[in-house]
């Protein structure tokens, strides 16, 4: 199956600091990513949308301005999250969609971000 | 999407069946079942899919009642390392929306 990777795969930053995120597809070109967000003991939250090339698409309640999303190309989307505090302490998971034809999502293996 | 209900936890001797279940009864006809599981600290991992027949592959089988209301996932030798959660999904085939996770099922197979 595809792949999907994440780097890094754990992180600790200190309060109001800002960490990046990257997510890439290894073997396919991926025009949609995800980015979601899990609570301990918690489900997969979709934070927001991003196609390649254009502005991400935001749930509700995430702000667009702390989580910042990137897709430049299609094998590549970003997520920043700026000046974090210890609340934003997650694990972050990206998912990606591969080009129109097929809609199956691939997952990466997620990274554990820790705000001190 | 259909809103699928699954028990919150299950547990399951090592080399026996588990038979995860999901009710769907809202599903529509054009909306496949998805599962999905996580290990812990990793991320989600495609299991299987169906629309209306049953589905076998190297994991695990899938079977849909005839009415489409609900189904059961079948790991049929469960190991230690299938603990995880388990995610029903409903969702059009073809569909751009992405998936969207309820609180799943907590299988925890036991020695």
């Known amino acids: 199956g595809a792949v999907v990777s994440q780097h890094p795969s754990r992180v600790i930053c200190k309060s109001g600091t800002s960490v990046k995120i990257e997510c890439r597809s290894l073997?396919?070109?991926?025009?949609?990513m995800f980015w979601y967000r899990q609570f301990p003991k918690k489900s997969l939250m979709l934070m927001a949308t991003?196609?390649?090339?254009?502005?991400?698409?935001?749930e509700q309640g995430v702000e667009k301005d702390k989580f910042l999303i990137n897709h430049a190309s299609l094998t590549l989307s970003t997520l920043t999250v700026t000046s974090a505090h210890p609340e934003d302490s997650s694990f972050y998971i990206c998912?990606?969609?591969?080009?129109?034809?097929?809609?199956?999502?691939?997952f990466g293996p997620g990274t554990r971000l820790t705000v001190t | 999407d259909a809103k699928t209900t699954q028990p919150p936890s299950m547990d399951c001797a090592e080399g026996r069946a588990a038979n995860l279940p999901c009710n769907h009864s809202t599903i529509s006809g054009n909306e496949y079942v998805y599962w999905y599981r996580q290990i812990h600290s990793q991320g989600p991992q495609y299991i299987i899919h169906g629309l209306k027949n049953n589905e076998t592959n190297e994991m695990a089988s899938l079977i849909i009642t005839e009415d489409r209301k609900s189904s059961t996932l079948i790991l049929p030798h469960a190991t230690l390392r299938d603990t995880a959660v388990y995610y029903c999904?409903?969702?059009?085939?073809?569909?751009?929306?992405?998936?969207?996770f309820g609180s799943g099922t907590q299988l925890t197979v036991l020695p």
């Open positions: 073997d396919f070109q991926a025009t949609t």
């Open positions: 991003s196609n390649e090339g254009s502005k991400a698409t935001y």
């Open positions: 998912s990606a969609r591969a080009a129109v034809g097929s809609y199956e999502q691939y």
């Open positions: 999904i409903a969702l059009p085939s073809g569909s751009a929306r992405q998936l969207t």
